[in-house]
C-alpha cells in the first residue's frame, strides 16, 4: 500500500475537508479526491467517506480504517526513529537535481541549514535539462528535481514552485543591446546557443513561425557556458533571471512577456524516507511563500 496515499487518507479523516486536507499535504482538490477514490478500489469498493451536505465524514468503514491507519503510521514513524537512533553515524543521502539557475538563493539556503541542522544529511545534485532530471527520477536516480516543464507520464508528480523571467544574452555589438525590452520575435531567427533543451524547445513552440534547427548553433550543459560562447560573438541565448551575471562582452535585454513555471517533480509511487521527504516539503513551502510574498 503507498505511504502517502495512507498519509493523505489520516490527513482527510482528521480534518473530514477535502479543501483543507488538500491544502494541508500542498497537492490539489483533485489529486486528494484521486487518491482516495483509487484508496477504495483498492480495499474492494468500500466507502471510506460520505457526504454531508457540502462536508464530508467518515463512515463506520473509514472510522475503523482511520484507527489501524493511524497506528500504522505511527508504528512506521517509531520505527524510522529507531533505526535512525541505532543508525547515527550513517549518512543519509538526498538526491536532488536542478535545471540552471535554480539552485541559487532560497533553495542554496535551505540546503545549507538543512545541513547545519542534522550531520547526517548528505546532498547529491544534479544539474542537467528537464528532460533529463524527469528520466532520473522516473528511473529512481534522483529522489526529486526542480524542473522548468512537465510530463504526461502519470508516474510523476508535479508540485508548481513559481515561475521565472527571461531575457536574451547579447554581445555588447549586438544592434539590439541598447534596447529596453525585446519581442521574441524580433530575434528567434538568430544564431542560438542553447544551454537548456526545454528552454529551447518551448522558446520554438512560444513563438510565431518556428526556427530552422540552424538557428542553434551550439547547446551546451549550463547558462555559464551559454554566456562564454556569447561574449566570443557565437550566438545570442535565452537566459533566466537566475542567471544572469556580470560578463564583460554580454548584455542582457527583457523578454517581453515571457515567463516559465519551475516545478518540484518526484515519482508518485516511491517511498521516501522521512528527513527526504520533509526536505521536498520545505523547498515547495519555502519557494511558493517568497513568490507569494514578492
Known amino acids: 500500500m503507498n505511504y502517502n496515499v495512507l498519509r ?8 473530514e475537508h477535502y479543501t483543507i486536507a488538500a491544502a494541508r499535504l500542498g497537492i490539489s482538490q483533485p489529486s486528494l479526491s484521486s487518491a482516495i477514490h483509487n484508496l477504495e478500489n483498492a480495499l474492494g469498493g468500500v466507502k471510506l467517506f460520505e457526504k454531508v451536505g457540502r462536508n464530508i465524514r467518515l463512515t463506520d468503514e473509514g472510522k475503523f480504517y482511520q484507527e489501524k491507519v493511524d497506528a500504522a503510521l505511527n508504528e512506521l514513524h517509531k520505527a524510522s526513529l529507531t533505526l535512525r537512533d541505532s543508525k547515527n553515524s550513517a549518512p543519509i543521502v538526498i ?21 547545519r541542522s542534522n550531520r547526517r544529511i548528505r546532498f547529491h545534485l544534479t544539474e ?8 532520473l527520477v522516473r528511473r529512481e536516480k534522483l529522489d526529486m528535481a526542480i524542473v522548468d516543464s512537465t510530463d504526461r507520464d502519470r508516474s510523476l508528480h508535479f508540485r508548481k514552485l513559481n515561475q521565472r523571467d527571461f531575457y536574451v ?32 524547445k518551448s522558446f520554438k513552440e512560444w513563438t ?8 542553434v548553433i551550439c547547446t551546451v550543459d549550463t ?33 517581453q512577456n515571457w515567463h516559465q513555471a519551475l516545478y518540484m517533480c518526484i515519482l ?19 519557494v511558493r511563500n517568497a513568490a507569494a510574498e514578492g
Open 8 to 15: 493523505y487518507f489520516s490527513v482527510l479523516a482528521q480534518v
Open 95 to 115: 538526491r536532488m537535481g536542478f535545471v540552471s539557475g535554480t539552485l541559487e538563493g532560497l533553495v542554496a539556503e535551505q540546503i545549507a541549514a538543512y545541513s
Open 128 to 135: 542537467s535539462s528537464a528532460e533529463n532530471l524527469m528520466d
Open 169 to 200: 544574452a547579447l554581445p555588447d555589438s549586438h544592434p539590439l543591446a541598447d534596447r529596453k525590452f525585446v519581442v521574441p520575435q524580433e530575434v528567434v531567427h538568430e544564431p542560438q546557443v542553447v544551454f537548456n533543451y526545454n528552454v529551447g
Open 208 to 215: 510565431t513561425g518556428s526556427p530552422s534547427d540552424e538557428s
Open 223 to 255: 547558462a555559464q557556458t551559454a554566456l562564454d560562447l556569447v561574449a566570443a560573438g557565437v550566438g545570442i541565448a535565452f537566459i533566466s533571471d537566475k542567471c544572469l551575471r556580470e560578463r564583460p562582452g554580454v548584455h542582457y535585454v527583457p523578454l
Open 268 to 286: 508518485y509511487d516511491k517511498w521516501l524516507e522521512p528527513p527526504v521527504w520533509d526536505f521536498v516539503e520545505l523547498i515547495v513551502k519555502t
